[in-house]
């Protein structure tokens, strides 16, 4: 750019992760339980004039180090320096200040002549954790729904080198969560001798996918080790 000639604001666009609600007061609001995480991403800001170089400033507004270029100049660093992640550790408000600098150079001696930047802040709300979690409000009209039944759980054990399913009939109820913890050290599977189920294979030590057949009788068995027999009745 030739000596004296004007030095355009740069193009400023920012990021937030939490995004920020734009209707919440004088500045966009993002809040949050603490500790909060905010990133500020500034990477997407550009100049028009392509010969200027970009600076970013993160000021937080809390007791914590506001973040520039690390050696203090205008130096850009778009894979960097851009972008930052602050963490506010106590509840409170706070007003975060993000800017973005150019410098104007001549052409001869790279002499600076000109700064332009644009600013933005915003207004941290951080509250203490537990805080934003909706509360109930159960309707005096409506009945609570019944709690799931808890899960069944069938364990597959070896006694004296007897392999077997345990409980031996099992009885779940309709909707029931039935999974299989493999206490053996053989590999094994609880398959429904009719298709109803399979479990695939369980090694030592692991436990099934849940399984929640209808109503019925089902006799099963084990691929790797077709003695292994059971029943499971599943009930209303």
Same mark, same amino acid.
């Given at each position: ?53 970009l600076n970013y400033q993160f000021s937080f507004g809390d007791s914590g180090r506001p973040a520039f270029n690390p050696d203090g100049t205008f130096a850009p660093d778009f894979d960097h320096f851009c972008r930052v992640e602050h963490v506010y550790e106590r509840p409170g408000t706070y007003t975060a200040t993000v800017s973005v600098t150019d410098k104007h150079?001549?052409?001869? &001696?790279?002499?600076?002549? =000109?700064? $332009? ?5 915003? %207004?941290?709300? *951080?509250? /203490? ?55 053996? &050290?053989?590999?094994?599977? =609880?398959? $429904? ?5 399979? %479990?695939?294979? *369980?090694? /030592? ?32």
């Amino acid at each position: 750019m030739e000596a004296g000639a004007q030095n355009l604001p740069p193009n400023f666009v920012l990021r937030t992760t939490p995004p920020a609600d734009p209707s919440g007061g004088p500045f966009p609001t993002i809040s949050g339980e603490a500790p909060l995480a905010v990133r500020f991403n500034l990477c997407r800001s550009d100049d028009p004039d392509p010969e200027d170089s970009l600076n970013y400033q993160f000021s937080f507004g809390d007791s914590g180090r506001p973040a520039f270029n690390p050696d203090g100049t205008f130096a850009p660093d778009f894979d960097h320096f851009c972008r930052v992640e602050h963490v506010y550790e106590r509840p409170g408000t706070y007003t975060a200040t993000v800017s973005v600098t150019d410098k104007h150079l001549e052409d001869q &001696g790279q002499q600076v002549v =000109a700064f $332009a930047r644009r600013t933005q802040s915003l %207004t941290i709300v *951080v509250v /203490p954790a537990g805080l934003t979690q909706p509360q109930p409000h159960p309707s005096p009209s409506s009945s609570p729904s019944p709690s799931p039944p808890p899960r069944l759980v069938i364990t597959i054990v070896a006694n004296n080198g007897n392999m077997s399913f345990s409980p031996n009939p099992a009885v779940a109820r309709t909707g029931q969560r039935i999974v299989w913890v493999n206490a053996d &050290g053989s590999t094994h599977t =609880a398959t $429904a001798d009719a298709g109803a189920f399979d %479990t695939g294979f *369980v090694a /030592p030590g692991a436990t099934s996918g849940a399984v929640s057949p209808p109503a019925g009788t089902f006799p099963y068995h084990c691929q790797v080790h077709p003695s292994m027999v059971a029943t499971l009745v599943v009930g209303p």
